[in-house]
């Protein structure tokens, strides 16, 4: 499956960002969704996860509660929602797929498929 992630851009502290990752090759729908950013001179990390079928989700703490991931199987679609952006936050996000059926501590080298980065760039 190829992946593509959208939606990067530059924004003020405290704004909003909506990424988009589509799909195509196959269908998303039979992979866990992960999102993980990278910032400039730091190690990716985990952002968050979505199951196959969307009932269930996880982030890491230093989002919970402002980021909301969610997917569209139809569409063959998924999205991380971020909400009230802070400079931390500004990092090349990407969106990954893997085969592995649970979310929860499933480390980036389990992912299957990585599309694209988008930049989000946050200044205060």
């Known amino acids: 499956v190829q992946l593509q992630a959208s939606g990067g851009g530059s924004v003020r502290a405290g704004r909003s960002l909506r990424l988009s990752c589509s799909a195509s090759g196959r269908t998303l729908s039979e992979y866990t969704v992960n999102w993980f950013r990278q910032a400039a001179g730091k190690e990716r990390e985990f952002v968050a996860a979505?199951?196959?079928?969307?009932?269930?989700?996880h982030y890491a703490d230093s989002v919970k509660g402002r980021f909301i991931i969610f997917r569209d199987n139809d569409e063959n679609l998924a999205y991380l929602r971020m909400l009230n952006l802070g400079p931390e936050d500004s990092a090349v996000y990407y969106c990954?797929?893997?085969?592995?059926?649970?979310?929860?501590?499933?480390?980036?080298?389990?992912?299957?498929?990585w599309g694209r980065g988008t930049l989000v760039t946050v200044s205060s």
């Open positions: 979505i199951s196959r079928s969307g009932k269930s989700t």
């Open positions: 990954a797929a893997s085969t592995v059926p649970y979310i929860a501590n499933v480390d980036s080298e389990r992912m299957d498929y």
